[in-house]
C-alpha cells in the first residue's frame, strides 16, 4: 500500500496546490497522461503528500482518482516541479509555446514610473475578460524573429491594460495597450525603455487571471504597481452591482492616481505605501464585517499571509479568493 504522509503545514500545501491548479493546468494534464493514463481528457490536483500528488482525473468519461509519487527526494516544492518537467519531456503530446507577435504603434510615459505601449498585433487578439497577459521575449527585432533568435531570451509577464481601436494606414486597427511599471535598472524595464517605433516583439505564451468570481458579493481587490493594469481593467468593467473595496498600494505616492478614473461609484478605496504592507493589509481587512471574493497581487511573502489570514480567519475557499504572488523581494 502506498505510503501517505500528511504535509504539516497545511497553507503550504494549499499554496500549492492552488498554484497548480489556477496557473499550470496543462503542466499537470501532462502528468496526469504520462504517470497514469495518456487518454486523460481532464486533472485536478486534489490532496498533496509527503510521498506524492492525489490527482482526480476523467478518463474516458468516468471521475477517478489516481496518486502519483515523486521521482525526486527534497523540498515538496521541488518534487512537484520536477514531476511536472519529467511529465512535459515525456508526454505523447508535448506543450508547446505559442508564438504572439506585435508591432511597437507608440510609446509614451504615462507618470514617473509607467510606460505605455501601444502595440499592432500581428495576429487575432485573443478577446478575454481583466487579467490577461503574455509572456514577452525582452528583445526587440526588425521582423519576426527565428527559433534562433529566441533561445535563450529573458522572459516578463506584462498584462493587458485594454485594447484601442486607432486609425492607422487608412483602416481601423484594434490595439494592444500594455503598461509596463519601471523599475531600478531591472531587464524588464531597460528592455521597455529601448523600444522603438515598427519595433516586432514577441510572446511565447498567454496567461489569464481567474476574476469571474468578482461579479457577484461583496469584492475586496488590492494590488501594488505590478497589478494596476489588471485592476484598472476589472474596475473599468465592474459588472457587481456591489461597489468593491480597493486596496491600492504604491512605492511612491504620486502612482497612486493610476486607479482614480477607473473606481465604480461608492467605492471604499484605502491607499498603501510598502511600509509594514502586510500588517496594514490584514489590519484594514479585519476591519470589514464582510467579505466574499477577492482578487488580489503583491510581493511573495505578503501574498502567503493574505492567503492564510483569508483561508483561517475569513474561511474563504480558493475559487473564491485568488491572492497572487506577482514578484518576489531580493
Given at each position: 500500500?502506498?505510503e ?19 496557473d ?6 501532462a502528468?496526469?497522461q504520462?504517470?497514469i493514463?495518456?487518454?486523460v ?5 486534489a490532496?498533496?503528500?509527503e ?12 471521475k ?11 523540498e515538496?516544492?521541488f ?7 519529467t ?15 506585435f ?22 487578439l485573443?478577446?478575454?475578460e481583466?487579467?490577461?497577459a503574455w ?20 522572459k ?14 487608412h ?8 503598461d ?10 531597460n ?5 522603438q ?5 514577441h ?5 489569464y ?5 468578482l461579479?457577484t ?10 497589478a ?42 484605502y ?32 501574498a502567503?499571509?493574505?492567503?492564510k489570514?483569508?483561508?483561517?480567519t475569513?474561511q ?6 485568488k491572492?497572487?504572488a ?5
Amino acid at each position: 500500500m502506498t505510503e501517505k504522509t500528511a504535509i504539516n503545514d497545511i497553507n503550504r500545501k494549499l499554496d500549492i496546490i492552488e498554484h497548480v491548479n489556477d496557473d499550470h493546468h496543462q503542466e499537470l494534464l501532462a502528468i496526469a497522461q504520462v504517470f497514469i493514463d495518456p487518454k486523460v481528457e481532464h486533472a485536478h490536483f486534489a490532496d498533496l503528500f509527503e510521498q506524492g500528488m492525489q490527482l482526480e482525473i476523467t478518463l474516458e468519461g468516468q471521475k477517478q482518482s489516481h496518486f502519483v509519487p515523486f521521482l525526486t527526494e527534497g523540498e515538496i516544492e521541488f518534487n512537484v516541479r520536477q514531476l511536472a518537467i519529467t511529465a512535459i519531456q515525456q508526454c505523447e503530446k508535448p506543450i508547446t509555446n505559442s508564438h504572439y507577435y506585435f508591432q511597437v504603434q507608440q510609446s509614451q510615459a504615462i507618470s514617473a514610473n509607467f510606460l505605455r505601449l501601444w502595440l499592432i498585433p500581428l495576429q487575432p487578439l485573443v478577446q478575454a475578460e481583466a487579467g490577461l497577459a503574455w509572456v514577452f521575449t525582452l528583445a526587440r527585432f526588425p521582423q519576426r524573429p527565428s527559433e534562433q533568435q529566441l533561445a535563450g531570451q529573458a522572459k516578463r509577464y506584462y498584462s493587458l491594460r485594454k485594447y484601442e481601436k486607432q486609425y492607422i494606414d487608412h483602416q481601423t486597427l484594434e490595439l494592444a495597450v500594455v503598461d509596463i511599471y519601471l523599475h531600478n535598472d531591472s531587464l524588464g524595464s531597460n528592455w521597455a525603455k529601448s523600444l522603438q517605433v515598427g519595433d516586432i516583439l514577441h510572446a511565447s505564451s498567454l496567461h489569464y487571471e481567474k476574476t469571474a468570481h468578482l461579479n457577484t458579493g461583496q469584492a475586496v481587490l488590492f494590488g501594488d504597481e505590478t497589478a494596476f493594469p489588471t485592476l484598472a481593467k476589472l474596475l473599468e468593467d465592474w459588472k457587481n452591482p456591489l461597489a468593491p473595496i480597493v486596496i491600492s498600494i504604491a512605492h511612491q505616492n504620486s502612482e497612486q492616481a493610476y486607479l482614480k478614473d477607473y473606481l465604480p461609484t461608492n467605492s471604499q478605496v484605502y491607499y498603501l505605501d510598502q511600509q509594514n504592507l502586510t500588517e496594514k493589509l490584514i489590519d484594514i481587512l479585519q476591519q470589514q464585517p464582510r467579505i466574499d471574493k477577492v482578487w488580489g497581487a503583491t510581493e511573495q511573502k505578503t501574498a502567503k499571509a493574505l492567503r492564510k489570514y483569508l483561508r483561517e480567519t475569513r474561511q474563504l475557499h480558493a475559487e473564491n479568493s485568488k491572492v497572487k504572488a506577482y514578484w518576489v523581494k531580493r
